[in-house]
Every structure is written in C-alpha cells, then in structure tokens.
Nanobody, 120 residues
Framework: QVQLVESGGGLVQAGGSLRLFCAASGSIFSINDMGWYRQTPGKQRELVAGITSGGNTNYVDSVKGRFTISRDNAKNTVYLQMNSLKPEDTAVYYC??????????????WGQGTQVTVSS
C-alpha cells in the first residue's frame, strides 16, 4: 500500500507565502510524475504544477513566476512554494504521484487535500 500525506496549508494574507509538502510512503519501487492540483467549489480540479522524475516542470499560466514546484527523490516528497499569493489562489490543494509499486503495478495516488485560504 502507498500513502500520500500533505501538510503546509493555511490562512495567509494576499502577497504572503506558503509552502506545501507531500510525502509518499509505502511499497514504492519508483515515482514518476508528481504534482499539485487545486479545486474550488463548483469548479473542475485544475492542474497547478507538475514535475517529472528528471526534474522537468510545468505550471498553469496563472501561477507562473509565483509558484515553484520541486521534489526530493530520496525522501519521496514533492513541494510547492507559493509566493505572492492572491485571493484567487484560495482552494483545496491535492498532491498526486504516479507510482510504480514493489509488485510493479502502477497507478496515480492522491493526497488528502490541504486548504489554502488567501485573504484580501
């Protein structure tokens, strides 16, 4: 079994910063892509940022220049540094990881979600 545990969300004023953490644990052979989605009520889940096992990154246009995704492969952890936060960044943030398990099955796992609230 594999688990993804997130932390780091919270309440911050506009212009502030937060850092999200997501650690994978369990019967992991390798981790492929990792990243973060976000969702607000009534809207579809949106891909915020992704990072490959080799470190290539991609971002949704609305966060480019403000958010930075990174990962520590030794710790099976992905991070999202969020700077210059705006009220429209308010959402529940979910991490994901495309994991190959020790038994060689492969699937995408999701974190439990962490609330980010940006006040104006």
């Amino acid at each position: 079994q594999v688990q993804l545990v997130e932390s780091g969300g919270g309440l911050v004023q506009a212009g502030g910063s937060l850092r999200l953490f997501c650690a994978a644990s369990g019967s992991i052979f390798s981790i492929n892509d990792m990243g973060w989605y976000r969702q607000t009520p009534g809207k579809q889940r949106e891909l915020v940022a992704g990072i490959t096992s080799g470190g290539n990154t991609n971002y949704v246009d609305s966060v480019k220049g403000r958010f930075t995704i990174s990962r520590d492969n030794a710790k099976n952890t992905v991070y999202l540094q969020m700077n210059s936060l705006k009220p429209e960044d308010t959402a529940v943030y979910y991490c994901y990881a495309d994991i190959t398990e020790l038994v060689r099955s492969r699937r995408v796992y999701w974190g439990q979600g962490t609330q980010v609230t940006v006040s104006s």
